[in-house]
């Protein structure tokens, strides 16, 4: 059975503050009063109907956290009693001083303030028809500045309290931003791999699969044919591999990624040759002076021609011709691929849209803000091509 603590709390300090009140009300008796400088006349000694009334105005501080205000009203009832029976003024004020700060502490500000009233108006009439009479005002006032000081306390706690309330809120609302912003960037990281592993793949397979036809086709003509064409095999699937675990090393936590420039424009040389290798004549033609391009275009315009590439070399058929063209401007890089395929670009242009190549091509060409036109020559064959605009001759 778990024991409410701060009920457990309360209730002791209602029987601390009882025990303090009841000393309070013995030791300063008619006689030690008057002795003080006080008029005591027909103020009774203390006796057992006091001391429970000492003890009711106490007992309601065991409730003060649920009930503030109701227990702060049931201690004041013992307190005018105490004052009317002529048993003297303020015998029962370590109650009200820790119910009046417990109101202003747990309840809002009108609740408080009319707690405040309460407490003051109290105070004076105990002050005005009790039996005890003091030699100056002064002491009054100071004790009616000690009740708005503890009134003023009770407020401070609770705006404190409030205010670290709304940071721990505010951190909360942080972290789950954050959370959420990671989730986001955790998504675009893996859509991103996807991209890439795609592109990978796509190609390099696609480039094995052409070669190994044609080693199947020669292996018992030209044995010698065959073998090359298995050697290129065998180094397209290590570039492969290679570019594989490149991409997919920075999802590994327990060891560190073998990081590599990304490929670009400048690698084109040698994806064309691979091409050519394969079995699409491919030619490169660049125009215009290179200049420095931001690492994203970069790799997108050579993804783009990757995937024009192996596209042209598994749809364009038998004795195509591919042509890669890459444009320099100050201020756009244009990039384009086109083969002369001509009784295959129907097949062409219907494999493109339903493949991931081109949802990979639209979102790499879309996020630089570029233009990309993919569809069939007038005079034949096919095209892919993309124009990125370039700020300031980057």
């Not at 008057?34 to 106490?58: C, E, I, K």
């Amino acid at each position: 059975m778990r024991i409410d603590r701060s009920r457990l709390h309360d209730t002791v300090l209602a029987g601390v503050v009882a025990a303090a009140s009841v000393a309070l009300f013995v030791f300063y008796g008619p006689e030690r009063l008057q002795a003080g400088g006080l008029q005591v006349g027909g103020v009774r000694h203390p006796d057992v109907l006091g001391t429970l009334l000492l003890v009711a105005a106490s007992a309601p501080v065991a409730v003060r956290r649920r009930w503030p205000l109701a227990a702060l009203c049931a201690g004041l009832v013992p307190e005018m009693l105490l004052s009317g029976l002529g048993y003297g003024t303020g015998l029962s004020s370590l109650a009200t001083i820790v119910l009046l700060y417990s109101v202003a502490s747990f309840r809002g500000l009108a609740v408080a303030l009319v707690a405040l009233v309460l407490a003051l108006v109290t105070y004076v009439a105990d002050a005005v028809s009790g039996s005890v009479r003091t030699a100056s005002w002064s002491e009054y006032v100071v004790t009616a500045v000690v009740l708005a000081a503890v009134w003023g306390a009770g407020r401070s706690l609770r705006l404190r309290r409030a205010y670290l309330d709304e940071l721990k809120d505010r951190a909360a609302r942080l972290e789950r931003a954050h959370a959420a912003d990671t989730r986001a960037a955790r998504a675009e990281e893996r859509s991103r791999i996807a991209r890439e592993l795609h592109d990978v793949v796509a190609h390099h397979v696609s480039v094995m699969t052409v070669q190994a036809a044609a080693a199947r086709r020669v292996l018992a003509a030209d044995p010698e044919l065959a073998r090359e064409a298995l050697s290129a095999i065998e180094h397209t699937g290590r570039l492969a591999m290679t570019e594989m675990r490149n991409i997919v090393g920075v999802l590994r936590t327990d060891s560190r990624a073998e990081l590599g420039p990304q490929p670009g424009v400048r690698d084109l040389p040698a994806l064309v040759e691979q091409m050519r290798e394969a079995g699409l004549p491919t030619s490169l033609r660049v125009e215009g002076e290179p200049a420095p391009l931001p690492a994203g275009v970069d790799l997108a315009a050579y993804r783009l021609v990757q995937e024009g590439l192996t596209n042209s070399l598994r749809h364009a058929g038998a004795g195509t011709k591919a042509v890669v063209t890459v444009r320099n401007d100050p201020h756009e890089l244009d990039v384009r691929v086109e083969d002369d395929g001509k009784g295959a670009a129907r097949d062409l242009a219907a494999a493109l849209p339903s493949g991931h190549g081109l949802v990979g091509i639209r979102e790499r060409v879309a996020l630089y803000g570029g233009i990309l036109n993919i569809g069939p020559l007038p005079g034949g064959g096919f095209e892919v091509r993309a124009r990125f605009p370039l700020k300031d001759g980057q």
